[in-house]
């Protein structure tokens, strides 16, 4: 169940950055309150290894989007693996307030929490990590580039995208497990129908680099565009149940 683990570092968080200048991405916010999506986690032999359900709840002028991702089978006597990653935003521009995440393991003493604080200072935005690992605390500090986005927060940023045909920008994500940053770039493939188990979708595929890495989300063409499929290299996540407003 390793790859469950990754599933959420995977989402531009990685790898060394690519160049190009940079700018803030978020359009226009498609999604509102009670949003509730629920994807497979299908693995590269096909089989369904986990779950994932993204929720939205709006909170003042602000959005909680969380992830929790399950797997589907646990051995006899063993605890649940369960990764849970909370992003506060902005409720306009989506920009990171505060991000909170937990990891279960099998065993107790390999649970892994943190919990990440952005601030905007007279100078440069700053990012203070706090992560309990191991019965071991330690707090890391990052001063934050601008145009920048919790990389927890990635398969929501992507939807508020004016998508069209030669569409490309670059933005900074933030891994705040690892304290680093680094550039996306989003390149708009082209058009391609879908199925997925909760239905047909006509998408955009989006082609997401990150340093050496490239991932593909299927973004739904129609409001409120959700991610209907992303391969993020070691898993699928393909759209089962959508909800909400």
Known sequence: MVALLVVLGTACATGGAGGGDTEDIVRSVPFGDGERLVYELVDADGAIVGRGVFTTTAQDDAFGLVQTYEEIETPPGERPIVDVATVIVDAATLKPRLAERAIQRREPSDDEWYLAKYAAGDGEAQLVITQLQGGSE?????????????SQSS???????????????NYVSVNPRDASQVTARLVLVDRQTIEVPAGSFETWRLQVRNGRDTRIAWIHIEPPHEVVQWDNGTLFLRLVERGGP
């Open 155 to 169: 398969l929501w940023i992507w939807r508020t995208i004016d998508l069209a045909e030669g569409f490309e920008a």
């Open 138 to 150: 330690r707090t890391r500090e990052l001063s934050l580039r601008e145009h920048h986005y919790d």
